[in-house]
C-alpha cells in the first residue's frame, strides 16, 4: 500500500490518496475540488482511482468526490447516513469495500456530524488486520474535531456521541494502528492549539491527547476539554454543507475578465494587499483580506456565502491563486479583477497605521482599543481594557464599537485587524490598525492583562 | 514534526526529511547524492536543514551526507562506531541530539552492519514519548536487512547481533511508535518479497513481520527466516561501502561528451536500449543494461566498481537520467555518450529473440535452457531441465554454460536475459534470448518444474 497525503495549509485539510500499485488500483478519501494533483500523483503511480471516499459532509471545504465521478468512472462511497443528492454508494456500520488488495472497512464515529464514518483499511496482502485508519474529524492529532457546527439544538447530542465514538469505536482499535485525520492544524474544525504533525498512531493518542485521555473518564470532564479553545466558526460553513449534500460541480476556471471603471455596485471589493499598502490608499469598501494561505477562509467568515466578488489586483498569476483557493469554500462568482487603485481621481480610503507605542498612547488618550483576535487569543493576554470581538464577528457586533472616539484594532500580526479596519471603514467609522499586533506590543514591554 | 519521505525506485532507498516548522529547522536521515530534493522540499517548508543522520556505513547506495556538509553548515551525525573519515559528530547508544523541539535518541542496532544505530524521535511540543523510528535495516516492513553482506566470516556473528537488536532494541519498543525504515521494496539489502508499504508500525510489525516473530523464539528460527529468497548482493556493494567510509564528494555533472568513433577501448560499452532493439543490432561488446528504474543496480551487479563507461544513447536526456542513477551507486567515471549503431560500416552484434514456443521447441532439439533470475524465482517454478546462473554471476560462472549448442536464456521479462545474452555474446558465444521471460513460457502453458 501507497500513501500521498495532500494538505491544505489555509484549510488544515488533509486529503489522501491510497493505492495498492500491484493491482493498479487507488482510492481518494476526502479529496478537495482541485482534482489534478491527484490525477496526477495516480498517473505517477501507474494506478487508476476507482473509489473515492467521504467520512462526513464537510462544512470547511467543498468535495471534490462528485465533480471527480462526473469526469471519471469512480465510485464515491459515504457512510449511509450522509444522505447526499449524487450518485454514491452508502456502507452501513462495518461494511466493507475492497479496492484492490486493500480492504476498507466503514465505521461509523458519529460526533463531529451525525453522519460521520471513518474508515479502517487493511493491507490483504499482509494481514487482514487493519493498519490504518482515515478517521475525518472522530480522531486528530492531540484533539478531536468539534461538535458544535450544526447549532446549538445538535450540540449536546453530538457531544454525546463523540465521546461513545471514542471510547468504543476509535480508541478500542490496536495501539499500532497509524492514524490520517481529514482535519489538522489551522482547521477551524478544531481548536488552534493542535499540533503541527499531520498524523499519528493509536497508541500515541491514547496515551497523550487530552480529549482522548477525557474520553476514558466521564462525560463532564470529556465536554468541558472539547469546548476549549475553539475560533469562531466561519460563517461560510453552512452553505459549504448544503453544497456537498446537493454535489458540486467541477471548479470552471474561464480566464478573469479585467473590470474597468465604474466597477459594478453589487459585487464585494476584495483587496489582498499588505495592510500598509491597502492603509496607504484604496477603493472605499473594500475589504482587506490579504492574499494568503488564509484568505479564502477568512473571506468566508466575513463575506456571505454565495456572494459576487472583484478580485482588486493586477497581478494575473494571484487573481487565478485566489480565485483558486476561493473555488476550494464554493465562492465561485468572482466577476473579474480590477485595479485597486483607479485612476478616476475618486476619493481614496486610508487606515492610518501605528505601532504599538503610538497605540498605547492613544489609548491613554481615550481611544478604545479592539482586539479582533480568537477568544482563546484574547484570554491568554491582551491590552488593558480591550473590547474583544473576534473579526468574523464584527460585521454583527458593530454596534458595540463606541463611536465619536478613536478605535485602535490589533490583531496578533496586524493582518486580521487590517480586515477588521476595513470592516469598520466600511461603516463609516475612521479605525487606527496597530501594525505588527499584539506581538509586538509585548515586545514593546507595554501592559497587558488576561 | 513534519515528515517528507524521498524514495529511490529502482534501489528501493528511502530517506526522509524531518522537520520542526515552528524553529525553522530540520534533519534528514540516509540522504543520497542527489542533494536538489531535499533542499527544494525544506525551502518549501521554510525549514534549514541542519543535521543529516546516518543510520550506517551503507553498501547499495552513496551517502549523501558529506557532500551536504561541504556546502552548507550541517552536522553529520553517525552510530559511534561508524568511523567515517570525513567531519561528524557521533552518538553512543542512548545519547540524543535535539533538533527544535525534536529530540533524536541514538539506539544501537548491529545487525545489517556491525555500526548500525537506529534514530527513536520524539517531539517534545507533544511528549517526551517518542513515536517515530528511523530503523536503517534493523526492521523493514515485513522483514529486516540481510545479514551476509560484509562475508561470511562477520555472517554469523551479525546474524546474532540482528537477533539480539530486534528482541532487545526494536521489538521492546511501544506499539504506537512509527517505522520508517531506509531500504524498501526492490532493495538488494533485502529479500525480493518485501512489501510495497513504504513505512509500516511497530506493532503490526510485532505481529506480522515473519522475521520479527521469528525472533520471537529461538535463534535457529530465526537464522533460518533470515536466510530465505535473498537475491545475490550487487558486486558494487563493497566498492561503495569503501566510498562512504572516505566521504563521497558532491556529484559533479559537466556535460557529457559527445564521442565519435572509434570509441576508446578501455571503456565498458552500456546500450540502454529495448531487448528487441539490442537483438537487431549493436556494437559488438556492449552491455545491454536497459534504461529503466534498475538501470544502476544491474550495471553495478556486472561492471567492476569505478569501470570507465560509455553510455550508447543519443538521447541527451536519458543519458543524463542514466548518470545521474549512476551516480548513486558510484559510477561517476562516465566517458561520454556515442551512437548505439555506428554508420562506420563494422559488423554489428545481433542476438536473436524467440517466442516461448520456439525456446522450447529449441529445447527439445537439445539447446541449453539458461535461467537467469534470483533463486528464488528459479525455485517457484522454471523450464524443466534449466541451468540456473543467476544474471549477476554469470561473467564468473560462464565456464558452466556448455559450448557447442544453442543456449536459449530466459529471466522473468525478458530484460534481464538480454543482459546475460549480450555478457555470453561477449564471451564468444550465440546466445538465443527468450522475449517476454518466464511468464510468457506460463502463459503459453509450457511444461514447468521446481
Not at 93 to 109: K, P
Not at 271 to 295: C, K, M, T, Y
Amino acid at each position: 500500500m501507497l500513501l500521498q497525503q495532500f494538505f491544505d495549509q489555509g484549510l488544515g485539510h488533509a486529503s489522501y490518496l491510497v493505492a495498492d500499485p500491484d493491482e493498479g488500483v487507488a482510492f481518494l478519501v476526502d479529496p478537495d475540488r482541485h482534482l489534478q494533483p491527484y490525477l496526477d500523483a495516480a498517473a505517477k503511480l501507474g494506478v487508476l482511482i476507482t473509489h473515492s471516499f467521504e467520512t462526513h459532509v464537510h462544512n470547511d471545504y467543498v468535495s471534490g468526490s462528485p465533480a471527480l465521478a462526473a469526469l471519471r468512472p469512480i465510485s464515491v462511497v459515504t457512510g449511509d447516513g450522509a444522505e447526499v443528492r449524487y450518485p454514491h454508494v452508502s456502507l452501513a456500520d462495518r461494511e466493507t469495500i475492497d479496492v484492490g488488495a486493500l480492504r476498507v472497512h466503514c465505521v461509523a464515529t458519529p460526533g463531529h456530524t451525525p453522519e460521520h464514518v471513518s474508515y479502517l483499511v487493511a493491507d490483504l496482502r499482509r494481514a487482514d488486520d487493519p493498519q490504518f485508519l482515515f478517521s475525518g474529524g472522530a480522531l486528530l492529532v492531540g484533539h478531536i474535531a468539534r461538535v458544535d457546527l450544526l447549532g446549538p439544538e445538535l450540540e449536546e447530542r453530538l457531544a454525546r456521541a463523540a465521546y461513545e465514538t471514542l471510547r468504543e469505536r476509535v480508541l478500542s482499535l490496536a495501539d499500532y494502528v497509524a492514524v490520517f485525520p481529514t482535519h489538522g492544524g489551522g482547521s477551524a474544525c478544531t481548536s488552534s492549539d493542535a499540533a503541527s504533525s499531520r498524523w499519528t498512531t493509536l497508541g500515541f493518542e491514547r496515551r497523550h491527547n487530552d480529549v482522548a485521555r477525557a474520553a476514558m473518564q466521564d462525560f463532564a470532564r470529556f465536554r468541558e476539554t472539547i469546548a476549549r479553545g475553539l475560533p469562531v466558526a466561519p460563517a461560510y460553513y453552512p452553505g459549504v454543507r448544503a453544497l456537498n449534500h446537493q454535489g458540486a460541480a467541477a471548479y470552471a476556471a474561464a480566464p478573469l475578465r479585467v473590470l474597468r471603471d465604474p466597477l459594478p455596485a453589487d459585487a464585494t471589493l476584495i483587496d489582498p494587499r499588505a495592510p500598509h499598502v491597502f492603509g496607504s490608499g484604496h477603493r472605499r469598501g473594500a475589504l482587506n483580506i490579504v492574499g494568503n494561505d488564509s484568505f479564502a477562509v477568512r473571506l468566508g467568515a466575513v463575506v456571505p456565502f454565495g456572494s459576487p466578488l472583484i478580485l482588486l489586483t493586477v497581478d494575473r498569476e494571484q487573481a487565478e491563486a485566489l480565485r483558486r483557493q476561493l473555488a476550494t469554500v464554493g465562492y465561485d462568482d468572482v466577476r473579474g479583477v480590477a485595479d485597486p487603485v483607479p485612476d478616476t481621481g475618486e476619493d481614496l480610503g486610508r487606515v492610518r497605521v501605528v505601532d504599538a507605542r503610538t497605540a498605547k498612547r492613544l489609548s491613554d488618550e481615550g481611544a478604545t482599543m479592539l482586539d479582533v483576535r480568537e477568544r482563546s487569543e484574547y484570554e491568554r493576554a491582551h491590552a488593558p481594557g480591550a473590547l474583544h470581538i473576534p473579526y468574523e464577528q464584527l460585521q454583527d457586533r458593530i454596534a458595540e464599537v463606541p463611536r465619536g472616539r478613536d478605535v485602535v484594532v490589533y490583531c496578533a500580526a496586524g493582518v486580521r485587524s487590517s480586515l477588521a479596519a476595513s470592516i469598520l471603514e466600511r461603516s463609516g467609522l475612521a479605525p487606527i490598525n496597530m501594525r505588527g499586533g499584539f506581538s509586538s506590543w509585548e515586545i514593546a514591554g507595554l501592559p497587558t492583562e488576561g
